[in-house]
């Protein structure tokens, strides 16, 4: 069936560091592909979605590409913050059975940020 | 308010208790989620309703009683819980509860409970 795989975490990194946290996924079809966010005490807030075979999604200096040939969606920052420290959930759309709007989510990987 | 909310943001419960969970979307979207968060294991997708009928269960346990009065508002009734329903109990909408793959999903903050 579908699935998301993440790294295990957590990813320890000093200010300014490049990270990337790794995701693969298996799919029937042609899942869209989300990175969301979750800080401390809070909800999963959406970072970037890709939602086609060599589509990029960006935001807040994060970066994804959407792999088809690996079927990946890793994702990046050249330089990361104290403030970037949060839990990382990667997730696709769930498009079998036709009906409904699914997410199914990785394990998610906490990244801390040390200044 | 914006967004999604949910009330309480946190809630002790004993094992014979009722209560209930309230999440309020004010983005104009037709379909709500709730999401199980627990430590360690990936979120669970509860239920989903689409246009206030519901399309999914994802074989929860009847403890767990959802109710969707209207496209704005979803409610999820709590009775006679285990402490292994303990979690974050997370609610989500998005424009439509049918699968397309360009849908977002956009979350609240969360319920955190505690059944004791």
């Known amino acids: 069936g579908n699935s998301v795989t993440q790294m295990e975490g957590p990813v320890t990194l000093s200010e300014e560091a490049f990270l990337t946290i790794n995701c693969t996924y298996t799919a029937t079809g042609y899942p869209s592909l989300f990175w969301y966010v979750q800080y401390p005490g809070e909800g999963l807030q959406l970072l970037l979605k890709?939602?086609?075979?060599?589509d990029k999604g960006s935001n807040k200096g994060f970066e994804a590409t959407y792999r088809k040939e690996t079927t990946s969606f890793h994702l990046e920052k050249g330089s990361v913050q104290v403030s970037d420290s949060a839990v990382y959930f990667c997730a696709l759309s769930d498009l079998r059975g036709g009906a409904t709007n699914k997410l199914i989510f990785g394990t998610g990987t906490l990244l801390a940020v040390q200044p | 308010e914006t967004g999604v909310t949910q009330t309480p943001r946190h809630l002790v419960m004993g094992m014979t208790n009722k209560k209930s969970l309230k999440c309020e979307q004010h983005?104009?979207?037709?379909?709500m989620y709730w999401y199980k968060q627990s430590a360690k294991k990936p979120l669970e997708l509860m239920f989903v309703?689409?246009?206030?009928?519901?399309?999914e269960n994802n074989s929860v346990p009847s403890r767990f009683s959802p109710e969707c009065p209207n496209s704005s508002h979803l409610f999820l009734h709590l009775h006679t819980l285990q402490p292994e329903d303990s979690a974050l109990y997370l609610c989500a909408s998005s424009l439509s509860g049918l699968a397309g793959g360009q849908d977002t999903q956009y979350f609240g903050p969360g319920t955190r409970l505690t059944v004791l």
């Open positions: 983005l104009g979207h037709n379909a």
């Open positions: 309703y689409n246009f206030k009928e519901q399309t």
């Open positions: 890709a939602t086609k075979a060599d």
